[in-house]
């Protein structure tokens, strides 16, 4: 057992944390057990239910993932979580639990059960309890429900939500801080595995982060490495745990001591409280931090001892604009510095600046203010007379104290070191023990920060104390301007700019958030401006420019533009730059790059080389073994500046790669050995491309990642050149459930969470929610020493990864045909990773139908969210890589496919009429699956135009396609035959909801409800389904107006549904000109347009109404679009009679009657 376990239970100083896995064997569910439950429950009334399972058992999402997606479903999940914890306890085996009891007299559970209370008898504290919360300390023994109890289960914690509510800034978690300070926590029944433990373990490290105790956990992963500060300790199997307790038990009992004084202090503690009952007072805390100096923010040393107070704090950091707008507080206090008899506060640029306390007097509405505290270095020379206000300067004294002294004595008088000014002024008032409530700048919910500017990161930053002066003022300065910070690779652009955002942020700025979008494998002009569009809360809409000029949107915010020069050679960078252009006079926007933009409203910063000094420091950093002399001059003069050149990625690669007490001569040694070689090998090489002409490259770094590199296990090295093709990342849970099944789960080179974690802690990966990525440059290290290795071992890595990538566009498509916009979600995170599979799935798979059937899949996809430009154009460089008969015609009708679907109508009709005409159609075999697949992409396209001879060719070839019916059945209106067909389906589509519609059958809860369960890329559906909703008269403009165009024919629908909002007769006359136009690729939709612009001329009297009405008419009646013929006839004859299809014959040669009677059998047991 560790040494600081046992001296903490001898200091009764031993915190037990328990959790989920401790409760198991006595027939308690663990998380997934619980959720699979209520999943199945659910599933008895929706199949739909059963995909989310299979997501989870697969891993594809995490529990919390899953409980988001049936948060509406609470009322079953909290009946499923009674039920399973709420248990009878006499006929268990509870000896375990109250051996607990017996080890430590503080418990904590994330439990819901009742077995620790039960078994100990200790006092239950549940965390929405603030009135005992605030009484711990008074308690000889506690056992704190952290996530509640099952007594009540509607309030425990389970949901995303409330854990992020809990775990922000709650009584028990403010509790906890002060509580386990000084103790050492060890977590019991935490399975580090299980992904709903791992993210609870995330929450939980909230509250002792930044502590300098040690805390374990029990485990028998004998790879289980330390997580969030927290140390493995080994068991052979959990059959052990009662011995260990036991063990403890002993420590313990050799141990006792009865801690009288201990007991006394809390009770005379609580007595003081009792006495004062006074209202609860208000602070501000004000903390200057300058980034000109090293001096971080110091709230906590204020808000800790105030911690135990019922006190309000609002923590600022030190500036004349936060002074001047201080109200209503009853103290402020002051954290700061003192030069030449001033004291430092922040300018408007976050550098240092000299005030006095008349200035801050000055600066201050002092209505109704009792005091000012101010913690200084050392005293300051001023005049009495000078000061008029309650002020109290306070230096070399413990904080505690002084809050004791004034809060609880009422003192002014008994400080050794401080000057007291006006104290008959001061309105000193005793402050009820209870729990604080401190509120930072960045708790504002309204203010949004990037994911990717994590504070935990920046902890070790450096240095560069001139560019971030000069990056925060032009930042501050810059209007309609792009600021473009260049700088080398792993010079530390990234890291700089965020840390800049990080403080500018903290102090209030850019009230509408931080944005932070990573260019690297960004690869057109659309997919940068959806990234855009984002930041704007309006990726809703494809005409950005207009939508933000239309409502003026200025944001106070700023857009970080990170890895940017791939971006310069994109074959759309005169798009990309006029965008920029445009932005900049709505949005603060700041780029980092390798190369200058070349912009002419571009404000430049060129980031500077490291110093020697900051480079040691960095390499301190995470070098924590001492140097002698001899050793820092070596690492300063050989080691850092010859070979490590000063750069901050390299020396931070190197440094965490070194075991402890490593030799510098021995390390100088080892670099200098390879240096050539490997600066020989590879080093040109990687940097040959055009992107990389006007790059400033660093051999050091290079060789920094390789002397990192070669350290690599086999199994490390396959991992990190296996995400050189996966430019989107791979998740986490994806990897183990690969990895988990088929012929890889007994792989010698089977990837595991001991490789992830040791490429983590060697700064070779990043991990951001949950996907494993490489940095910019590392990747293209990755890459290189992958293209290195044989063919035989490269066919293999790419076998591995198309095996890898199949796997997930299988789960995918399957998890679609239950849960569509979960499964679009997932695919959309994996765009990018879709794309770079056409670069090495020919290498590795000699089966060329399986090939194709992949490109079908995600051919499929793609169509849903129209964001496959980049697949096409690669997909035709694919043509030559297979020799299957026809395999080119396939690959043609899906480029031919894409072109129509992405607006160039004619290009892609054209296109397939030179493919496959409707002749060539009947030719195929449609039992084979790729002449079966050619058809369908065929008839898609000649379906708007050539409806009749689609029908005929269905009819004679007796070809069965669902989706080619349902467009046959709807475009006729056979609606009656359309109804038959979907009923057994969960996904029915925009055509479905337009047929109800025209029965007028359809419910307007019911179009909303299919509205709100899209994909918010799901452009077309959206459109569609939005231009019913105009039709029923439940759209206004504004709503409209952010719609996606994405083609003509979404362009025409948009125009449809303004011409039916618009008041203006000639705006409504340009609108209906403009959508009848845009749609005539569209046959049917184009017909209705007619309909609509016809029918508003005749209501308004206007000439060429009929030239209109008979053009219609004649379309509808050539097309058999029999629902349109008779809208027709109605508008003519001013009636609104129902449609009955029953009296619009339709030929008998376009009957599909009998193919549907064929083929039901087949479909009704694929769907009913």
Not at 46 to 52: A, G, H, P, R
Not at 933 to 944: F, M, N, R, V
Not at 956 to 977: D, P, Q, R, W
Request: charged content about 30%; glycine content about 4%; proline content about 2%.
């Amino acid at each position: 057992m560790k040494q600081q376990i046992i001296d903490a239970i001898k200091e009764n100083k031993l915190l037990l944390f328990i959790g989920a896995g401790f409760s198991q064997p006595l027939g308690f569910p663990s998380w997934n057990e619980l959720i699979s439950l209520v999943l199945k429950e659910l599933a008895e009334e929706d199949n739909k239910y059963n995909i989310l399972a299979d997501t989870l058992s697969a891993r594809l999402l995490t529990s919390l993932e899953v409980l988001d997606k049936i948060k509406d479903k609470k009322k079953l999940v909290y009946e499923v979580l009674d039920r399973e914890n709420d248990k009878p306890l006499e006929n268990l085996n509870i000896e375990l639990h109250r051996k607990l009891g017996r080890i430590s007299s503080r418990i904590i559970t994330t439990n819901y059960d009742r077995l620790i209370e039960t078994a100990t008898g200790f006092k239950k504290v549940v965390f929405d309890n603030t009135f005992h919360i605030a009484k711990l300390h008074d308690k000889d023994n506690f056992l704190l429900k952290l996530h509640g109890c099952i007594e009540n289960p509607d309030t425990c914690i389970l949901f995303q939500e409330k854990y992020e509510d809990l775990y922000k800034e709650t009584a028990a978690i403010e509790k906890l801080k002060s509580l386990i300070a000084d103790h050492t926590i060890l977590f019991i029944g935490f399975s580090l595995s299980d992904d709903y433990v791992r993210k609870q373990f995330e929450y939980i490290h909230s509250i002792y982060k930044g502590f300098s105790k040690q805390h374990f956990y029990l485990t028998v992963d004998n790879s289980a490495t330390e997580i969030h500060g927290v140390h493995p300790v080994f068991l052979k199997d959990w059959g052990d745990m009662g011995a260990i307790l036991d063990s403890l038990i002993e420590v313990k009992e050799s141990a006792k001591q009865t801690s009288v004084a201990t007991i006394t202090a809390a009770n005379d503690e609580s007595a003081l409280a009792s006495k004062f009952k006074e209202k609860e007072v208000s602070i501000a805390l004000l903390s200057a931090a300058p980034i000109d100096s090293d001096r971080e923010p110091l709230f906590e040393t204020v808000t800790k001892p105030l911690s135990k107070f019922k006190v309000n704090i609002e923590c600022f950091y030190f500036n004349i604009e936060v002074l001047r707008n201080l109200e209503g507080f009853d103290y402020i206090i002051i954290l700061s510095q003192t030069v030449k008899d001033k004291i430092i506060i922040e300018d408007q640029y976050l550098k240092s600046k000299l005030i006095t306390p008349q200035e801050i007097e000055e600066n201050l509405i002092t209505d109704d203010l009792k005091g000012i505290i101010i913690f200084i270095d050392k005293p300051i020379q001023i005049s009495v007379s000078q000061v008029s206000i309650p002020l109290l300067m306070l230096w070399e004294e413990d904080l505690s104290s002084v809050f004791f002294k004034l809060f609880q004595k009422k003192t002014l008088n008994r400080f050794e070191n401080s000057i007291l000014f006006n104290p008959e002024k001061f309105n000193l008032t005793v402050i009820q023990k209870g729990v604080s409530t401190i509120v930072t700048r960045g708790d504002n919910s309204k203010r949004s920060l990037a994911d990717s500017i994590d504070t935990k990161n920046l902890i070790n930053f450096v240095g560069r104390k001139t560019d971030l002066e000069d990056v925060t003022r032009k930042i501050i300065d810059t209007s309609r301007r792009v600021l473009t910070i260049k700088g080398s690779g792993g010079i530390g652009k990234t890291t700089t700019v965020k840390k800049v955002a990080l403080e500018l942020f903290d102090r209030g700025l850019f009230s509408d958030g931080i944005f932070f979008i990573d260019c690297e494998f960004i690869t057109n002009y659309k997919n940068f401006e959806y990234r855009v569009a984002q930041c704007f809360g309006i990726e809703s809409t494809i005409n950005l420019k207009e939508h933000v000029q239309l409502n003026n949107i200025v944001l106070n915010a700023m857009i970080i533009l990170d890895n940017f020069e791939p971006m310069l050679y994109i074959d759309d960078e005169d798009e990309v730059k006029s965008l920029l252009a445009f932005v900049c006079d709505y949005v603060n926007v700041v780029i980092t790059s390798r190369e200058w933009v070349r912009l002419e409203f571009e404000e430049c910063h060129e980031l500077r080389a490291f110093t020697i000094e900051e480079a040691f420091e960095l390499f301190s950093k995470y070098y924590k073994s001492e140097l002698n002399i001899d050793e820092i001059k070596m690492l300063k003069d050989d080691i850092l500046s010859r070979l490590l050149n000063n750069n901050p990625l390299a020396i931070k690669i190197t440094a965490k790669n070194l075991p402890k007490s490593k030799n510098m001569i021995a390390l100088k040694e080892e670099l200098e050995k390879d240096f050539f070689n490997i600066t020989k090998d590879g080093y040109e090489d990687i940097f040959d491309e055009r992107i990389d002409a006007n790059i400033e490259r660093s051999k050091s770094l290079y060789q920094s990642i390789a002397y990192s590199y070669y350290s690599l296990t086999t199994n490390e090295k396959l991992l990190f050149e296996l995400l050189s093709l996966f430019p989107d990342g791979i998740h986490m849970n994806n990897i183990k459930s690969f990895f988990s099944q088929g012929k890889y789960k007994l792989d010698s080179r089977r990837i595991t969470d001991r490789d992830i974690t040791s490429l983590e802690n060697k700064s070779l990966i990043e991990i951001n929610r949950g996907f494993i990525e490489l940095q910019s440059i590392i990747g293209r290290f990755a890459e290189y020493q992958f293209q290195k290795r044989p063919e035989e071992e490269k066919r293999d890595f790419h076998k591995r990864a198309f095996d890898f990538i199949g796997f997930l566009i299988d789960t995918i498509s399957s998890i679609c045909e239950d849960n569509q916009t979960l499964g679009l979600e997932i695919f959309d995170q994996n765009i990018e990773n879709f794309i770079k599979s056409l670069d090495y799935f020919t290498y590795s798979v000699e089966d060329q139908d399986k090939k194709l059937r992949y490109i079908l899949k995600v051919d499929n996809l793609f169509d849903y969210i129209e964001q496959g430009q980049h697949f096409y154009r690669k997909l035709k460089k694919l043509k030559s890589k297979f020799t299957l008969e026809k395999s080119d015609i396939l690959i043609d009708v899906i480029i031919a496919s894409s072109k129509y679907r992405f607006g160039k109508f004619k290009e892609g009709y054209d296109q397939i009429k030179q493919t496959v005409s409707i002749e060539d159609m009947y030719k195929l075999d449609h039992t084979n699956m790729l002449d079966r697949h050619i058809i369908i992409g065929g008839l898609h396209l000649y379906d708007y135009s050539d409806i009749n001879e689609v029908r005929r060719f269905i009819i004679k070839s007796n070809f069965y396609s669902h989706g080619a019916i349902v467009s046959m059945l709807y475009n006729a209106g056979e609606y009656k035959k359309l109804e038959a067909l979907v009923a057994y389906r969960k996904l029915r589509g925009f055509h479905y909801l337009e047929m109800k519609y025209n029965m007028d059958k359809l419910d307007y809860d019911e179009l909303e409800a299919e509205i709100n369960g899209l994909y918010r890329k799901q452009y077309i559906e959206i459109m569609q389904t939005h231009y019913i909703k105009a039709k029923m008269g439940k759209l206004d403009r504004k709503s409209i107006n952010k719609l996606v165009v994405t083609n003509s024919y979404t362009s025409g629908i948009k125009s449809l549904m303004l011409a039916f909002t618009e008041k203006d007769h000639n705006k409504t006359i340009l609108y209906y000109e403009s959508a009848v136009n845009d749609l005539q690729p569209i046959r049917y939709y184009y017909t209705e347009a007619i309909y609509f612009y016809a029918g508003f001329l005749l209501a308004n009297g206007l000439d060429e109404s009929m030239q209109w009405y008979n053009k219609g008419l004649l379309l509808a009646k050539d097309n058999h679009y029999r629902f349109l013929y008779h809208k027709f006839i109605c508008l003519k004859e001013g009636l609104e009679t129902p449609y009955d299809e029953d009296q619009y014959n339709l030929p008998v040669e376009y009957l599909l009657d009998e193919l549907i009677e064929k083929n039901k059998d087949e479909y009704y047991s694929k769907y009913k």
